[in-house]
């Protein structure tokens, strides 16, 4: 019988083959991308690092984020984390930038996804039940499998948006 673990791991695996197809296919110009006048994307600084778009407050309306946007989003989230997963301090939304070019940013999400796989080959059974303390707000009884499953979940979010926006890109060229 499957184990909790097992069941997030193969949700996991299902969700990484989804952004696989699609890290697959990406043309070199696909992440930059904008599909419209009001998106959310990357952009140089004078001394070479990428960074996005942002703000504190929800913007009315909603920008289109780019795929160079959603690759930064993804490295983002997952790297923070890695952090609590590893009981190291989060690293600030603004000391994580963007790779600076489609293949560099794939090879990051790869790396990101092997790392979070280390991460949940040293998980037991007893070790899901643990608090964590990430995404949620402090005081949360949210645990190490609800994060687990939490990454999936937003993994597979931003998959289908960047498929999305791949397809698009593709259909208008």
Request: hydrophobic share 45%; glycine share 6%; proline share 11%.
């Amino acid at each position: 019988m499957p184990t909790r673990l097992d069941l997030l791991r193969n949700q996991l695996d299902l969700t990484w083959s989804l952004l696989e197809y699609h890290l697959d296919r990406l043309d070199p110009d696909d992440l930059l991308w904008e599909p419209g006048p009001l998106c959310w994307t990357v952009r140089p600084r004078p001394d070479g690092t990428w960074v996005p778009d942002w703000s504190d407050e929800e913007p009315d309306p909603i920008p289109v984020p780019t795929g160079a946007w959603l690759t930064w989003h993804i490295g983002w989230w997952w790297s923070t984390a890695l952090d609590h997963a590893r009981g190291h301090p989060p690293r600030d939304r603004a000391d994580v930038t963007w790779p600076g070019h489609t293949a560099a940013a794939v090879h990051w999400l790869r790396d990101l996804h092997a790392a979070w796989v280390d991460v949940l080959d040293g998980l037991t059974d007893d070790t899901l039940d643990a608090p964590a303390p990430f995404p949620w707000p402090p005081g949360s009884d949210r645990t190490v499998a609800d994060m687990a499953a939490w990454v999936t979940a937003e993994l597979m979010k931003n998959a289908a948006e960047l498929g999305q926006l791949r397809l698009l890109r593709a259909a208008v060229s």
